[in-house]
């Protein structure tokens, strides 16, 4: 029994340590993906705290592995850690069988999960918790109380140090479709050989003040213009496909209103595009993006701020030296998946992504400018 005890506390703290680092790489994704929840609940006004609760999980989920690995205050972290597991549990529950969330992000963006299978994973590290919990006092501390401290500070220490530096750095491994060498027009293709959604039509028509829901092929006998009255028709999957493209929503729209993505997509040469997530920091990276916008005139290297902001918040954001640099608007939710900070360089050259800088590291863009 004491060795099944050992065997799931390994199991769990390294399963936690290991989905706290993959996480730490992108504290933004699972800050997104809350937000996605909370927008499912209606709990909107909860989004500006979400990068906030995501560091602090994040940390959480690395010092609790660490926890349990060293047997350090089992009644303490057997508790939490049951806790946790039965919230996860019930989140991944929630969008598996809801159908309203994709994917939970159990290990961000580099191990993509679906539903089912965080859910699966969900209920093995519950059985394996609830062993733990059950059975903590046979867990004996493998290090002294001191050592046992120390190695748990310097692990939230490194929790915290890690998340500053990727949300100012950008990710150490970018697991996201704008990677570097990433070709942005072919990611936006359906990738061959992958199979459609299957669809039916389906009409919904109010009988007598309740909406009835019926396809092409089933229509009710009694269907009759003076009592079914026409509400809508959709197209209703009833097989997921994989025909997903890797890049949705980039769709780059100059003030005019006028599409630009696919011309400046396949235009020839280099171009720069400064993706804009939010107003935060902007007296960081202003003069270093001018002395970038100045260099890139001189080398008649096409410049664009890429945004879902306002144009006035722009204008006023990046003041009147930049005031000239044309504007492209674009969908929010491919800005925050194109941007990991608050704003980011992207260096492209026939459409393919060269280079990307976040704000922090613009510097290096000069050095990297083309010849």
């Keep these: ?9 390994i199991i769990v703290g390294v399963l936690f340590i290991f989905s706290g680092l993959v996480k730490a790489n992108d504290p933004l994704g699972l800050s997104y993906k809350m937000q996605e929840f909370f927008e499912v609940w209606g709990w909107n006004g909860l989004n500006n705290f979400t990068l906030t609760l995501s560091v602090l999980m994040i940390v959480f989920e690395i010092v609790a592995g660490v926890a349990i690995l060293l047997g350090w205050q089992m009644k303490l972290f ?7 597991i039965i919230f996860f549990t019930f989140l991944t529950g929630y ?4 159908g309203k969330i994709q994917t939970c992000g159990c ?7 679906t539903a089912q299978q965080s859910f699966m994973k969900d209920l093995f590290l519950l059985v394996l918790i609830l062993l733990i919990f059950f059975n903590y006092k046979k867990i004996k501390p493998i290090f002294s109380r001191k050592v046992s401290i120390a190695l748990l500070l310097l692990s939230l220490g490194a929790s ?20 570097v060498g990433y070709n942005i027009s072919e990611k936006m293709k359906i990738p061959a050989g992958a199979i459609p959604d299957s669809t039916v039509i389906s009409f919904v028509y109010n009988k007598a003040g309740k909406d009835i829901e019926f396809t092409a092929d089933s229509f009710p006998a009694d269907f009759d213009d003076s009592l079914y009255h026409f509400v809508k028709r959709y197209d209703k999957v009833v097989r997921k496909g994989n025909a997903a493209p890797a890049i949705k929503d980039f769709v780059l729209i100059t003030p005019s209103g006028n599409d630009t993505t696919q011309e400046l997509l396949h235009s020839q040469g280099n171009m720069y595009l400064f993706f804009i997530h939010d107003e935060d920091n902007a007296a960081n990276w202003k003069a270093q993006l001018f002395e970038i916008y100045k260099l890139a ?4 290297i096409p410049f664009f701020f890429v945004s879902a902001l ?6 006023a954001l990046v003041g009147k030296p930049m005031q000239d640099v044309p504007l492209l608007k674009c969908d929010a939710v491919a800005v925050k998946t194109a941007c990991r900070t608050n704003a980011v360089l992207y260096s492209i050259n026939n459409g393919t992504i060269v280079n990307k800088y976040s704000y922090a590291k613009l510097g290096k863009a000069v050095e990297g400018m083309p010849k």
């Design 160 to 179: 915290f140090i890690f998340q500053w530096y990727v949300l100012t750095y950008l990710p150490v491994k970018d697991c996201l479709p704008y990677r």
């Design 297 to 300: 005139q001189h080398k008649n």
């Design 107 to 113: 290990f961000g963006d580099c191990i993509p999960l």
């Design 310 to 315: 306002p144009e006035e918040n722009i204008k």
């Design 78 to 84: 057997s508790w939490l850690l049951l806790l946790l």
């Design 1 to 9: 029994m004491k060795t099944l005890i050992n065997i799931a506390r």
């Design 95 to 98: 969008a598996l069988f809801s």
